[in-house]
């Protein structure tokens, strides 16, 4: 009919490759921007028998939870305050800079070697955390995992933290460091936080999937020769 414009015939091979191009481009939009900064922070004296650490532990934590309260989100391949975010062994790499420990190194397989050099490192093969591995733990370790991503680095250690303490309000264990997911009082955390310390279960026998293991703890290497 004459007057009339005719509607332009749809294209089914056009419009699925336009629309796998628009997922792929909120995939990537989503993967960049990560989860909002979910941060929780602790007071030095809500933990237990505080001050009773040895002045260069009690300074360690102290400049641990002054991270806490600068809302800092995780951003990986950070190790600096100042872009808003740090990843975790860029954390554990700033905060031990800050305590004067110049030789630290920045990823966390570096940090498992340091530690193991100095023969400093308890392994935990348990699945619980009453045994007797964690005899030796203390305030002011470093705490290492593998599985959390996938890693090339040898050893393929992938995660650490520092280990704070017993909360003193209920005995729970708890840990200072960067992470996308790990969680505080039953909250998933996103960024430089106060978690919960706890060791990953033991997954179903031939599940194949990766995961995450907590495979032990050191102290720090030099942080009993200070004063």
Request: charged letters at 20%.
């Amino acid at each position: 009919m004459s007057g009339i414009c005719s509607q332009p015939r749809a294209d089914p091979a056009k419009d699925k490759a336009m629309l796998r191009v628009l997922v792929f481009l909120i995939c990537v939009v989503v993967a960049h921007a990560g989860n909002p900064t979910q941060v929780a922070s602790i007071e030095p004296a809500g933990l237990e028998r505080f001050s009773e650490n040895p002045t260069a532990v009690r300074q360690l934590l102290e400049k641990c939870l002054a991270l806490t309260k600068q809302n800092l989100g995780y951003k990986f391949g950070s190790a600096e305050p100042s872009q808003g975010g740090m990843d975790c062994s860029g954390t554990i790499y700033y905060v031990l800079n800050q305590a004067g420990f110049a030789d630290v190194p920045r990823t966390a397989s570096e940090q498992y070697v340091w530690a193991r050099r100095a023969d400093e490192f308890e392994a935990v093969v348990s699945k619980k955390k009453s045994s007797f591995e964690l005899d030796a733990l203390r305030p002011g370790d470093l705490l290492f995992w593998t599985g959390t991503y996938a890693t090339d680095r040898d050893p393929p250690v992938s995660h650490t933290m520092i280990y704070l303490g017993k909360r003193k309000s209920d005995g729970k264990q708890v840990m200072f460091g960067a992470s996308d997911g790990r969680s505080y009082d039953g909250t998933r955390m996103a960024g430089v936080s106060v978690f919960d310390f706890t060791i990953p279960k033991q997954r179903p026998e031939g599940d194949a999937a990766p995961g995450s293991v907590f495979i032990g703890y050191a102290t720090i290497p030099g942080l009993n020769s200070q004063p």
